[in-house]
Each structure stands twice: as structure tokens, then as C-alpha cells.
């Protein structure tokens, strides 16, 4: 199975290296999020607040996450998903999504911070606790979105279905990330973070798990 992770993640790539445009795309749009962020609150007059910008940030990294990982399954025509269902497993396939979708997600993230620090400012005090909140977001839309994605793939309404089916996973990650950046951004110790660092772990841990165990039935549909 970890030959075929291997092989399908390199495959992610490769796809992703030839088709720049969808890269392109999501980068420009999160430049010019912050841009117009940067243009309409007024940040050039310094009055943009640390909750404010920990609020934009996360917004703008999750609309993001959600046009990256949209295309995982929805873009994959039947005729390669019947190829893939031949020569790989559904385990392998689905964790292979997960891990490139993370390391999408995660990119943008670290893009979006270094755009938000250069233009907004970084009010963020503990940079260590900021960075490993920020890959456990990374690494919870990423499951979420990449689970939902494949269920949406099998229906025709595929934009509406995976807000619907994503919005009751997505909210409680997005609360502990913005509440874990928040304790970053006043530097308070790791130990006030820890409960809610654990939260958003486990909350990763058992999506990735229910995804793990229900695609396989969701691929042979």
C-alpha cells in the first residue's frame, strides 16, 4: 500500500506541475484577498487589530482549502476512476488524496501567512505554536474536504453537496485553529493551548479514520 501512496501522490504532482493554471489560480486569489483586505479596513492607517487579522486570515486560508481540494475527485472523469479502481486500492487512494491535499493546503497556508505578514503585519508573538496550529488546520481541512469531495463526486450537484456535508466537520476545526492562533498571537504558554490542540488533533484523527474506513464502500459505488 505504500508503494501505491507513493506512486499516486507522485502521480497529484505531476498533474499539479503540468496543469500550473489551478495553482496559479488559488495563489493569485489569496494575494488579491489580502490585498483587498489590506485596501478596505484600512490596515495602511495601522488600525487593523490582532483579532481582526486572525479572523481574516482563517477565512481566507479556508475559501482557499475549499477551491484547492474541491477538484480532487470532481475532476477525475469515470473512465480513470475505473483505471485507479483496477490498480490500486481504495485505502491507498483515498490517504494519497489526504497527504497531497495536506501538503496543498498547508503551502497555501504558509503562502497566505507570509502575504498577510508582508502587508498586514504579524501581531503573532509564539511563532512555534502559530506554525503547529496551523499544519493541524492544514491537515483537518484537508480530510474533511477531501472525504466530502469524494462523496460529491457521485452526485450532480457537486458544489452544493460538499458545502452541506462539510459545514458541521469544518466549524468546530475552524473554531480551535482561530482560538489556538489567538493564544499564538497574545504568546500566552503552550499549556493554555493544549486542551484545544489536543481537540483539533483528535477531531483530524477521526476523520481521517471514518474516511479510511467508509471510502472503500463509497468506491465501489
Request: hydrophobic share 55%.
Given at each position: 500500500?505504500?508503494?501505491?501512496?507513493?506512486?499516486?501522490?507522485?502521480?497529484?504532482?505531476?498533474?499539479?506541475?503540468?496543469?500550473?493554471?489551478?495553482?496559479?489560480?488559488?495563489?493569485?486569489?489569496?494575494?488579491?484577498?489580502?490585498?483587498?483586505?489590506?485596501?478596505?479596513v484600512g490596515?495602511?492607517?495601522?488600525?487593523?487589530?490582532?483579532?481582526?487579522?486572525?479572523?481574516?486570515?482563517?477565512?481566507?486560508?479556508?475559501?482557499?482549502?475549499v477551491n484547492?481540494?474541491?477538484?480532487?475527485?470532481?475532476?477525475?472523469?469515470?473512465?480513470?476512476?475505473?483505471?485507479?479502481?483496477?490498480?490500486?486500492?481504495?485505502?491507498?487512494?483515498?490517504?494519497?488524496?489526504?497527504?497531497?491535499?495536506?501538503?496543498?493546503?498547508?503551502?497555501?497556508?504558509?503562502?497566505?501567512?507570509?502575504?498577510?505578514?508582508?502587508?498586514?503585519?504579524?501581531?503573532?508573538?509564539?511563532?512555534?505554536?502559530?506554525?503547529?496550529?496551523?499544519?493541524?488546520?492544514?491537515?483537518?481541512?484537508?480530510?474533511?474536504?477531501?472525504?466530502?469531495?469524494?462523496?460529491a463526486s457521485?452526485?450532480?450537484?457537486?458544489?452544493?453537496?460538499?458545502?452541506?456535508?462539510?459545514?458541521?466537520?469544518?466549524?468546530?476545526?475552524?473554531?480551535?485553529?482561530?482560538?489556538?492562533?489567538?493564544?499564538?498571537?497574545?504568546?500566552?504558554?503552550?499549556?493554555?493551548?493544549?486542551?484545544?490542540?489536543?481537540?483539533?488533533?483528535?477531531?483530524?484523527?477521526?476523520?481521517?479514520?471514518?474516511?479510511?474506513?467508509?471510502?472503500?464502500?463509497?468506491?465501489?459505488?
Open positions: 500500500m505504500l508503494k501505491q501512496i507513493q506512486t499516486l501522490v507522485l502521480k497529484e504532482l505531476t498533474l499539479e506541475w503540468r496543469q500550473k493554471y489551478a495553482l496559479n489560480g488559488i495563489l493569485l486569489y489569496v494575494v488579491s484577498a489580502v490585498f483587498i483586505t489590506y485596501l478596505s490596515a495602511r492607517q495601522g488600525n487593523i487589530s490582532a483579532q481582526t487579522w486572525n479572523a481574516l486570515y482563517w477565512i481566507i486560508i479556508l475559501f482557499s482549502a484547492a481540494v474541491a477538484k480532487s475527485f470532481i475532476q477525475e472523469h469515470q473512465g480513470r476512476q475505473l483505471y485507479y479502481y483496477m490498480i490500486a486500492s481504495p485505502e491507498a487512494i483515498i490517504i494519497s488524496k489526504i497527504v497531497y491535499n495536506a501538503l496543498l493546503t498547508l503551502i497555501l497556508a504558509l503562502i497566505g501567512y507570509l502575504v498577510f505578514s508582508i502587508i498586514l503585519g504579524n501581531p503573532v508573538e509564539d511563532q512555534g505554536l502559530f506554525l503547529l496550529n496551523l499544519t493541524l488546520g492544514a491537515l483537518g481541512f484537508s480530510a474533511c474536504l477531501t472525504m466530502v469531495s469524494g462523496i457521485k452526485a450532480s450537484n457537486n458544489a452544493t453537496l460538499m458545502a452541506i456535508l462539510s459545514f458541521p466537520v469544518i466549524i468546530p476545526i475552524l473554531l480551535m485553529a482561530i482560538r489556538v492562533s489567538k493564544n499564538a498571537i497574545d504568546g500566552l504558554d503552550w499549556t493554555v493551548s493544549a486542551d484545544k490542540l489536543i481537540t483539533l488533533f483528535s477531531i483530524n484523527a477521526i476523520v481521517a479514520v471514518t474516511a479510511f474506513i467508509l471510502f472503500p464502500y463509497l468506491w465501489r459505488s
